[in-house]
């Protein structure tokens, strides 16, 4: 398992490093502090990056800003699982 920032796509780090790698994170923490529209099109683009691939644990790409407001976590979570059942 190979832990994954924001600077990095996700998809590229599959590609430099091993395709057969599980890789957790990649959100940039900074994007849980933007509007909800923000923090859904962050996701969104993690998640199309990953497209489906297993071995993927979707997570902030550092650890939680302090001033994160708890309603956007919340939103991260919701848009996480709202990608996986659409991508169903």
Do not use: C
């Amino acid at each position: 398992m190979l832990g994954v920032d924001w600077r990095l796509p996700i998809d590229e780090a599959w590609n430099r490093f091993s395709a057969e790698l599980g890789i957790q994170g990649n959100l940039d923490p900074t994007a849980l502090l933007g509007s909800e529209q923000h923090i859904r099109g962050a996701v969104k683009d993690v998640m199309q990056r990953v497209n489906r691939r297993p071995g993927h644990i979707f997570n902030l790409g550092h650890g939680m800003l302090p001033q994160t407001p708890p309603d956007s976590v919340t939103i991260a979570i919701d848009a996480v699982r709202s990608y996986e059942a659409t991508a169903a």
